[in-house]
């Protein structure tokens, strides 16, 4: 699965085997703001979201009840308490531990953390930096809460572009996963072999599944949610568990056609659950046109180009080769020290795509826009103005719709038609059930998701 390749003898001299992570069972999925989104787009039912939400919150309210607390366990894959809860019942030690559950569980839904802590298991680097994000996130909870009544929490996301626009929902059939290329060539194009660990009743479930959706994150395109055919019974595969395995045959990589994923460390949202699957099928995405070994050579070539130093002759003497060096060596920091710039960008312009998507749909033009700036990496200074007026330019004018859009809501019912009219192609695709009816006011189930989860981790705070 390495993305470089290197001789035998390059290999055999460093005489290192580097493991970022490994798959794990009950590395469990959950529905994020994007996913809603695009699923959404791609014509699943609104009201199927709206029950797995109000499943989900009824199950944690209720997750000191034995009944519950016994299918949480289970479907999450907590065996020791499961195993307690079995043979003592529902004694004080367990009923302490069942709420510490429930109260982490909230508390995960308050920062819209879409994959569970079982997922993987976090480098120094991404536990500071998500302790960091839990403490920014904490401080500014304490300072909403000084500063604003009990209605500013429930706020649509279409009132203010820079606030945090996510959720989660559980899903109980659905893992994170790696995705693995097929080592046997057995299986064909449009074709996985996906076995995650199960207890038996849902693994009797399992067994009758015949699809799965496959979306890989970050996606901002409904081209990149996959819908792959579940290879059951391959004898080869059976040790392969709680990984996807892709094809090697085909036009293209399916992990490539999900958002330009791969499979060298890449990890994938995977359902089975039938109420998710896509009423629209379309054709995998094309933007992502490179390799990510092309991406990175043009990246390193990006990077030396704009670091003036290597713009200048090599220095004769010693001494100017040394000054070159220290020269290089500054410019490189200073690079790198612009990274929260870049990534203070890039969530200016995921909160803007959102915003957008909340009006016209997550297909409209300016969606598109800001699809291209998302796919490409925010780590190039000199793109950072042109990306940063660009990004004003689109603020300034969703300002303007949104406006707009506040004057027709007094003068129409929101839902009655599309805010903008619809092209002939377009019309003629909704005509042949080929694409989902046009998006209308109101269809912004998102952010009615969001509304609920504000609320119910408000009320399960208080209770």
């Given at each position: 699965m390495a993305d470089f390749r290197f001789s035998v003898e390059e290999v055999s001299e460093g005489k290192v085997l580097g493991v970022v992570n490994f798959a794990q069972p009950y590395s469990l999925g959950y529905l994020d703001i994007m996913t809603v989104m695009l699923l959404t787009e791609?014509?699943?039912?609104?009201?199927?979201?709206?029950?797995?939400?109000?499943?989900?919150?009824?199950?944690?309210?209720?997750?000191?009840?034995?009944?519950?607390?016994?299918?949480?366990?289970?479907?999450?894959?907590?065996?020791?308490l499961l195993k307690a809860l079995k043979t003592e019942g529902l004694t004080q030690r367990i009923l302490k531990e069942l709420h510490d559950l429930k109260i982490k569980e909230t508390k995960n839904m308050k920062a819209g953390k879409?994959?569970?802590?079982?997922?993987?298991?976090?480098?120094?680097y991404q536990r500071e930096c998500r302790k960091r994000n839990e403490e920014a996130g904490e401080e500014n909870d304490k300072q909403a809460q000084t500063n604003s009544s009990e209605d500013s929490c429930s706020k649509s996301i279409l009132e203010d572009p820079y606030i945090d626009q996510d959720f989660r929902i559980f899903t109980p059939d659905?893992?994170?996963?790696?995705?693995?290329?097929?080592?046997?060539g057995q299986l064909n194009y449009g074709e996985c072999v996906f076995q995650p660990t199960l207890h038996r009743p849902e693994s009797d479930t399992f067994a009758l599944a015949e699809n799965v959706l496959v979306i890989r994150r970050p996606s901002f395109d409904v081209q990149d949610v996959i819908v792959l055919k579940?290879?059951?019974?391959?004898?080869?595969?059976?040790?392969?568990?709680?990984?996807?395995?892709?094809?090697?045959?085909?036009?293209?990589?399916?992990?490539?056609?999900?958002?330009?994923?791969?499979?060298?460390?890449?990890?994938?949202?995977?359902?089975?659950?039938?109420?998710?699957?896509?009423?629209?099928?379309?054709?995998p995405y094309v933007g992502f046109a490179e390799t990510t070994t092309s991406k990175l050579v043009d990246k390193t070539k990006e990077l030396l180009m704009n670091l003036k130093c290597f713009k200048e002759k090599k220095p004769a003497s010693e001494g100017e080769q040394r000054k070159h060096l220290q020269k290089a060596h500054v410019e490189i920091i200073e690079h790198f020290a612009n990274f929260q710039d870049q990534e203070n960008l890039?969530?200016?312009?995921?909160?803007?795509?959102?915003n957008y998507a909340s009006l016209f749909g997550s297909t409209c033009p300016e969606c598109e826009v800001l699809k291209k700036m998302l796919e490409q990496e925010?780590?190039?200074?000199?793109?950072?103005?042109?990306?940063?007026?660009?990004?004003?330019?689109?603020?300034?004018?969703?300002?303007?719709?949104?406006?707009?859009?506040?004057?027709l809501s007094h003068t129409r019912p929101l839902s009655s038609q599309p805010l903008r009219p619809l092209g002939m192609w377009d019309k003629l695709l909704i005509s042949l059930h080929w694409r989902k009816p046009a998006f209308c006011p109101g269809d912004d189930i998102w952010n009615s998701i969001k509304k609920k989860n504000v609320e119910f981790v408000t009320f399960e705070n208080m209770v």
């Open positions: 791609k014509g699943v039912p609104k009201e199927y979201f709206a029950k797995i939400q109000a499943d989900y919150h009824h199950l944690i309210h209720n997750l000191e009840d034995r009944t519950f607390a016994s299918y949480f366990l289970r479907t999450t894959g907590n065996e020791d879409y994959a569970d802590d079982n997922e993987a298991k976090e480098g120094k659905a893992r994170v996963v790696y995705g693995v290329c097929d080592p046997y579940l290879a059951h019974g391959k004898e080869a595969y059976k040790d392969l568990h709680d990984c996807i395995v892709f094809p090697s045959k085909g036009i293209r990589p399916h992990a490539f056609e999900c958002a330009g994923g791969r499979v060298g460390g890449d990890k994938y949202f995977v359902s089975w659950d039938p109420g998710l699957i896509p009423q629209f099928v379309s054709s890039r969530k200016r312009a995921s909160n803007l795509f959102l925010f780590d190039c200074s000199l793109r950072s103005e042109l990306i940063s007026k660009k990004l004003v330019d689109l603020e300034e004018k969703y300002n303007k719709e949104l406006q707009r859009f506040a004057k």
